[in-house]
């Protein structure tokens, strides 16, 4: 009974997550047991499927960061529904990509406020159109440009938008006075980062953001990836995210440099490791080979 319960439970799981085939990082992290982790200050984290959600138990009311997949969203409002009876304050999104944000509709009915950066409603919303599922969608009721803040118990949550880095959509929330900044994709810790050009994602532009990132923040701050290479390590300090900077600079190095010796894209995308970065693994070198060609080429 146990087997086929399993098999059951993983078939639907793959059938849901096909309905998501902008998701790149799916169905490699299909089917992962969920954690449900306190980090500090009532701010924790919450892993299943996809992009990493933040979450906050203040004295009246949740906010969450993010919201995964319809499959896995039920699961961190289940987890925060035993901290207390409490009203789930806001439902925020760093950006659109449907990992982070097609468990939004678990929270209809239940989040007062949907918050996201004003590029994402957009980027949401023409996504959900082209799929054709705009009825499977909770969006944003509550946009902002260069920034917003909210009061959510004795915690302060306040946004940044350094312009277009993975998207044209990214934000980070800072729980204040925690100190934990959820990044969402704007670093992906050692694993090949999804740089998403249809969308605005411009990686000069996103190498500038990440130095706002670590001016603005201090020693002691811990910030919350979006993806990791090892699942276990979404969370970080400043030097990851110099790390990632370092990252995104040697890649527009190593292609320009390649451009210039003439070498095609062809080429340039059968390279397999970015000089001076060895740390970045995993798959989807390609995607930031191509990216940062058709940037510097002006395609």
């Keep these: 009974m146990e087997r086929r319960n399993f098999i059951k439970n993983s078939a639907l799981a793959l059938a849901m997550l096909s309905l998501y085939k902008t998701d790149v ?19 924790g984290i919450f892993t299943e499927q996809g992009g990493t959600i933040g979450w906050l138990n203040s004295s009246n009311g949740f906010a969450v960061v993010d919201a995964q997949f319809p499959t896995s969203a039920p699961h961190v409002i289940e987890e925060l529904k035993k901290l207390g009876e409490k009203p789930f304050k806001y439902l925020i999104n760093t950006h659109h990509h449907g990992d982070h944000t097609a468990g ?5 009915g239940l989040a007062e406020k949907v918050v996201a950066h004003q590029n994402s409603l957009v980027n949401q919303k023409k996504t959900a159109e082209k799929a054709n599922n705009l009825d499977k969608q909770l969006l944003p009721d509550t946009t902002f440009g260069t920034g917003w803040k909210a009061p959510v ?8 938008y350094y312009g277009s880095g993975h998207t044209n959509g990214d934000a980070v929330y800072h729980f204040e006075n925690a100190n934990i900044v959820h990044v969402g994709d704007l ?24 130095d706002k990132i670590q001016n603005q923040f201090d020693k002691d701050t811990l910030f919350i990836w979006g993806h990791s290479l090892d ?6 300090n400043k030097a990851d995210v110099k790390a990632f900077q370092n990252y995104l600079q040697n890649l527009l190095k190593l292609v320009s440099g390649e451009i210039t010796a003439g070498k095609s894209k062809e080429d340039i995308l059968k390279i397999t490791t970015i000089p001076n970065a060895p ?13 940062a060609y058709d940037e510097l080429k002006g395609v």
Excluded: C, M
């Excluded at 694993?191 to 249809?198: A, Q």
């Excluded at 699942?231 to 970080?236: L, N």
């Excluded at 740390?279 to 990216?291: H, K, P």
């Design 153 to 160: 118990g004795d915690e302060k949550i306040s946004a940044y």
């Design 231 to 236: 699942p276990e390590k979404v969370t970080g």
């Design 187 to 210: 670093v992906f810790n050692r694993r090949f980062p999804y740089i998403d050009k249809e969308n605005g994602a411009h990686i000069g532009n996103w190498i500038t953001a990440l």
């Design 104 to 108: 939004n509709i678990a929270f209809k």
């Design 25 to 43: 990082f799916a169905q490699n992290e299909l089917l992962r047991a969920y954690n449900f982790k306190p980090l500090r200050n009532n701010v």
């Design 279 to 291: 740390e970045w693994q995993g798959d989807g070198i390609q995607r930031s080979l191509g990216a």
